[in-house]
């Protein structure tokens, strides 16, 4: 697997099938500094399944789209919440 600093989501599926095998997936999840918009719930869906991935970077999650996916999973929560509309 090449190193590579963008997550896109082939590098999802290569990750998956890395940490299936037991691979270091971590060592290549670190250098991950930027992220494509469908790679971060393709990630998602792909840590739910695949336990033995590593979260992503703080860069990442950090970054401009990580922040706009953070705050739409926090306004979807608290509209999920019984008296809040999401019942």
Do not use: Y
Request: glycine share 10%; net charge negative.
């Amino acid at each position: 697997m090449a190193k590579q600093t963008w997550l896109t989501c082939d590098f999802v599926e290569e990750l998956q099938q890395a940490a299936r095998v037991g691979g270091p997936v971590g060592d290549f999840v670190s250098l991950l500094n930027q992220a494509t918009l469908p790679a971060i719930p393709e990630c998602g869906c792909a840590m739910w399944h695949e336990p033995k991935l590593v979260p992503l970077s703080a860069s990442i999650l950090k970054s401009l789209l990580g922040r706009a996916i953070e705050a739409a999973q926090a306004r979807r929560m608290f509209h999920e919440e019984p008296g809040h509309g999401g019942e």
